[in-house]
């Protein structure tokens, strides 16, 4: 067969199954933007010290970076009382879920997520050709009963957030612990925990047992509370042999010198972070409130331990998520149609500044009473 005529070159099965990840939209369609509510960002941006740290590196930007991220991986450790020989970093949290499938599943296994978890988690299972088995949850939250059930002997990896994104529905600890009892020790349980730092309360944030446990990773961010969604910094904690897995997967450079530099720096910036917190809980708070005002209409916020809050619209009527979406665009404000999530009575919004959550909760306020 001559080039001229050889057939095209054809994708893998699996990676025909994908769909890309759709990120938050960036613009409102024309429309002055108000509020990007869209991603949960970090609004008051990162730590004036982590923007004085990039920007003394930046000089040395034809050098590459410190492979392994050891600065990083020495601070992460002593804030967070882990040995840092269990410490891994990556471009974003991100790129460490998919670290993992790439080292421990492909075709024939599988790998267990929730319905209405992290958008990553299928495409990191389906990347690597395994069976993505999707476990239906109670109220947005997972089902810690339904996730063992669906554990079968082609079972390599559980990704489960807690707290959970898109619902913001957070598991108490006792359950966590539960889950992680109730597996085999060649299952890996996955606790991404993006949004830990916006938790009040009962916690487990798995450090500990990824330390002693041979199957326990605990995935970190940078992007969130520290405000470098940018930088794509994100870490894991996990067990040594683990580690030496990821490790041969994990791209060379993977963490830029910007990044490496300004995560060492906001991790020393308590007073930026405690404001961050305080702020984005207080905030959460009131709009909760605003929305629960709203309750007569049928909107409902669902209780949140994140950086953000997913309403809930009724399933038809004038007050449906997709037209609060489009009047909230129209009012230069937007947020997170999860219609592409297969949620399509709901709309997930960031916390923004206090002008911004004020904005957004008068948008919806108007759009109840125009629909009324």
């Known amino acids: 067969m001559s080039p001229a005529t050889a057939a095209a070159p054809v994708m893998k099965p699996w990676i025909e199954a994908m769909h890309a990840y759709v990120p938050g939209?960036?613009?409102?369609?024309?429309?002055?933007?108000?509020?990007?509510?869209?991603?949960?960002?970090?609004?008051?941006?990162?730590s004036p010290l982590a923007v004085a740290a990039m920007q003394n590196v930046v000089a040395q930007g034809h050098r590459y970076p410190d492979p392994a991220s050891t600065a990083l991986r020495d601070a992460l450790g002593a804030k967070f009382g882990v040995d840092p020989a269990h410490i891994i970093c990556g471009t974003g949290s991100d790129e460490i879920l998919h670290m993992i499938a790439s080292a421990f599943a492909?075709?024939?296994?599988?790998?267990?997520?929730v319905r209405h978890g992290f958008a990553v988690y299928e495409g990191a299972t389906r990347r690597v050709g395994a069976t993505p088995v999707v476990v239906p949850d109670v109220d947005y939250a997972a089902d810690i009963d339904a996730i063992l059930a669906a554990v079968t002997p082609l079972t390599r990896i559980i990704y489960l957030a807690n707290p959970n994104n898109p619902t913001g529905t957070l598991l108490p600890a006792a359950d966590i612990r539960r889950l992680h009892a109730g597996l085999r020790r060649d299952v890996i349980l996955v606790l991404d925990c993006a949004y830990a730092e916006f938790v009040e309360g009962d916690y487990e944030d798995g450090f500990t047992l990824a330390q002693a446990a041979p199957n326990l990773i605990v995935t970190r961010t940078f992007s969130k509370i520290h405000g470098l969604a940018a930088q794509r910094v994100g870490w894991a904690v996990a067990p040594l042999a683990i580690i030496a897995a990821l490790d041969r997967v994990r791209g060379?450079?993977?963490?830029?010198?910007?990044?490496?530099?300004?995560?060492?720096?906001?991790?020393?910036?308590?007073?930026?972070?405690?404001?961050?917190?305080?702020?984005?809980?207080?905030?959460?708070g009131w709009l909760a409130g605003e929305i629960a005002a709203l309750g007569n209409a049928g909107l409902r916020a669902i209780p949140s331990a994140c950086n953000f809050l997913l309403v809930e619209f009724p399933e038809d009527g004038p007050v449906t998520a997709a037209a609060a979406n489009q009047h909230l665009l129209e009012s230069g404000i937007i947020c997170r149609y999860l219609a592409v999530q297969d949620m399509p009575r709901c709309l997930r919004i960031s916390i923004g500044t206090e002008a911004e959550t004020?904005?957004?909760?008068?948008?919806l306020r108007a759009f109840v009473g125009s629909a009324a």
Not at 260 to 284: F, K
């Open 25 to 46: 939209k960036a613009g409102a369609g024309g429309v002055a933007v108000v509020a990007k509510l869209s991603s949960n960002e970090n609004p008051w941006g990162p």
């Open 358 to 363: 004020q904005a957004v909760a008068a948008a």
């Open 252 to 284: 060379p450079f993977n963490v830029t010198s910007t990044g490496q530099a300004a995560a060492v720096a906001s991790l020393g910036d308590d007073a930026h972070i405690a404001m961050v917190r305080a702020e984005t809980i207080r905030l959460r």
């Open 106 to 113: 492909g075709p024939g296994d599988e790998i267990i997520h």
